[in-house]
């Protein structure tokens, strides 16, 4: 038997002979028509549908506001984080990539013709013993600019250039006085009178750790020198302008005017040689062509 519910609330129980036909409602009078029992059934099955009330509230305005401004601050804070970071790793960088120490003398390891060196005595008494070394001079050698070099290579062998007295070594003891000797007179040369008490001999200055180096340059493949200086005799109170003088296995001889104090060390290219040209030699002049020391190999 179905269930018919009228407008005004009021629900009864009809027969199954009623299905189909219209009847008045008992509360209200109101004729209604009784539903066959299938369709009825179908039509209470049906799950009823949420009321209204029942929806769930939208969100408020208020906490919209609030998750865009947690996701500002959130943005702000990374923002600043990544710029501390980055300011830390610059100053680092900054700390660890800091040109080393200056050199005393302030200037470079060779000279050009147009600038003569100078020795420094104060600066040359302050450098470390390391600095004196083969291995050192050889490193300078390697690292010297290939501008110093070119202009070099634009001088003749007989030009005037000038090398720096940098990395002075300590006074070793001083030996007992050697022996003169007498350098024979050069051919179209007067021979000077043995008995001339201001003739230069060849043990006034002594040459040690003599270093030959092979660079490549723009120019081509060059021979950086490198040799240690002292005047044993007869010391200059300045400077003193000399001849260095380097000659290659073949008798071929470069010769450099270099301006030399009481000690020190000589350093330069010499474009004209090449390595094939060794075993080199060296040796100091004076402006006569009198030999001031005794030949030493470079290696």
């Known amino acids: 038997m ?113 600038e003569p060196a100078v020795s420094d005595t104060a600066s040359g008494g302050a450098s470390s013993q390391s600095a004196d070394s083969p291995n050192h001079r050889q490193a300078e050698l390697e690292s010297r600019s290939p501008t110093d070099a070119a202009a070099l290579d634009s001088a003749a062998p007989a030009a005037d250039t000038s090398a720096t007295q940098a990395f002075p070594e300590p006074a070793p003891e001083s030996p007992s006085p050697p022996m003169a000797k007498r350098d024979e007179p050069r051919p179209g040369k007067p021979a000077q009178p043995s008995g001339s008490p201001t003739r230069p001999m060849a043990d006034t200055i002594r040459l040690s750790t003599g270093v030959s180096l092979a660079q490549t340059l723009p120019t081509g493949t060059a021979m950086g020198f490198s040799v240690e200086y002292e005047f044993v005799n007869h010391a200059p109170s300045g400077t003193a302008n000399l001849i260095w003088v380097i000659e290659s296995g073949d008798g071929k001889a470069v010769r450099q005017r270099v301006q030399m104090a009481g000690r020190g060390t000589l350093q330069g290219f010499v474009p004209q040689l090449r390595p094939e040209d060794g075993p080199f030699n060296t040796y100091i002049e004076d402006g006569s062509g009198n030999r001031l020391s005794k030949s030493l190999t470079l290696r």
């Open 2 to 114: 179905p269930f018919v519910a009228c407008p005004c609330g009021k629900k009864f129980r009809a027969t199954d002979a009623l299905a189909g036909k219209q009847v008045n409602c008992p509360g209200c009078g109101r004729p209604l028509l009784i539903p066959q029992a299938s369709l009825l059934d179908e039509e209470l099955a049906r799950p009823s549908r949420p009321s209204p009330a029942a929806a769930p509230l939208p969100r408020s305005h208020v906490s919209d506001r609030s998750v865009k401004m947690e996701g500002w601050l959130l943005a702000l804070l990374a923002i600043g984080g990544g710029a501390v970071v980055l300011v830390i790793v610059v100053t680092m960088m900054s700390m660890f990539s800091g040109s080393g120490p200056a050199r005393p003398d302030g200037g470079s390891a060779i000279s050009t013709a147009d």
